[in-house]
């Protein structure tokens, strides 16, 4: 049962535009919901968080939206850059459980110029 | 933030051997844990090593297969057992600190042949 979903196993943008990587849940105790990117070879780095009591939260070019009602997140990148090519995970918890992390199959971000 | 090593980064093992992976903190932390993430699939909980007691697992993975300790708080190690080709994955080491986000190490990617 995949409680966390990334629907989209790639995504290729061009330099510049706005990159838009999903994510949906099932699991309704989820309240606290992170995104990491990750290059080959190193372990996934940390990007951003939310909280299930906001609906968006922003740090320089990421932005992160959360619609609980629809069970969704959305990571917005603007502008994309070359540099931001990995592979980006959501990963959910329920705060109070020791902080174990449920996590998406992970996009595939390709920036081209 | 936190600064993780893992040993080995890499390795190709033979099928019924074991494999011990350690994970080295520059800090103390209280929760450790262990990931794995299988060709093309999501970072999956294995377990959560805290000092001083049992490590607890997730569904799906016993204490035999994948024994851990955690000497103290900077210090953890995994042992993957009796070997199988179907344990070729990434395992990863992640700490995490109260109301901080979780932190990686670069990972160890097993081959088994």
């Given at each position: 049962d995949?409680?966390?979903?990334?629907?989209?196993?790639?995504?290729?943008?061009?330099?510049?535009?706005?990159?838009?990587?999903?994510?949906?849940?099932?699991?309704?105790?989820?309240?606290?919901?992170?995104?990491?990117?990750?290059?080959?070879?190193?372990?996934?780095?940390?990007?951003?968080?939310?909280?299930?009591?906001?609906?968006?939260?922003?740090?320089?070019?990421?932005?992160?939206?959360?619609?609980?009602?629809?069970k969704?997140?959305?990571?917005?990148?603007?502008?994309?850059?070359?540099?931001?090519?990995?592979?980006?995970?959501?990963?959910?918890s329920?705060?109070?459980?020791?902080?174990?992390?449920t996590?998406?199959?992970g996009t595939?971000?390709q920036?081209?110029? | 933030?936190?600064?993780?090593?893992?040993?080995?980064?890499?390795?190709?093992?033979?099928?019924?051997?074991?494999?011990?992976?350690?994970?080295?903190?520059?800090?103390?932390?209280?929760?450790?844990?262990?990931y794995?993430?299988?060709?093309?699939?999501?970072?999956?909980?294995?377990?959560t090593?805290?000092?001083?007691?049992?490590?607890?697992y997730?569904?799906?993975?016993?204490?035999?297969?994948?024994?851990?300790?955690?000497?103290?708080?900077t210090?953890?190690?995994?042992t993957?057992?009796?070997?199988?080709?179907?344990?070729?994955?990434?395992?990863?080491?992640?700490?995490?600190r109260?109301?901080?986000?979780?932190?990686?190490?670069?990972?160890?990617?097993?081959?088994?042949?």
């Amino acid at each position: 049962d995949q409680q966390v979903k990334q629907n989209s196993p790639s995504l290729s943008v061009q330099e510049g535009r706005i990159s838009i990587l999903n994510c949906d849940y099932t699991n309704s105790m989820f309240d606290y919901f992170l995104w990491y990117k990750k290059y080959p070879a190193e372990g996934p780095t940390f990007l951003i968080s939310i909280s299930s009591i906001k609906d968006k939260n922003e740090d320089g070019r990421f932005t992160v939206f959360l619609n609980k009602s629809a069970k969704h997140l959305s990571l917005h990148i603007v502008p994309s850059q070359p540099g931001d090519s990995a592979v980006y995970f959501c990963a959910a918890s329920i705060t109070g459980t020791a902080s174990k992390l449920t996590f998406g199959t992970g996009t595939r971000l390709q920036v081209t110029l | 933030s936190a600064v993780i090593s893992q040993k080995p980064s890499r390795d190709i093992c033979q099928r019924g051997t074991s494999l011990t992976i350690q994970c080295q903190v520059d800090s103390q932390v209280t929760m450790m844990f262990w990931y794995r993430q299988q060709p093309g699939q999501s970072l999956t909980l294995i377990a959560t090593a805290n000092q001083g007691s049992e490590a607890t697992y997730e569904s799906g993975f016993v204490i035999d297969k994948f024994p851990i300790s955690r000497p103290n708080l900077t210090f953890s190690t995994l042992t993957v057992s009796n070997m199988s080709p179907e344990d070729s994955s990434i395992y990863l080491c992640s700490v995490q600190r109260p109301d901080t986000e979780a932190f990686f190490g670069q990972g160890t990617r097993l081959t088994v042949v």
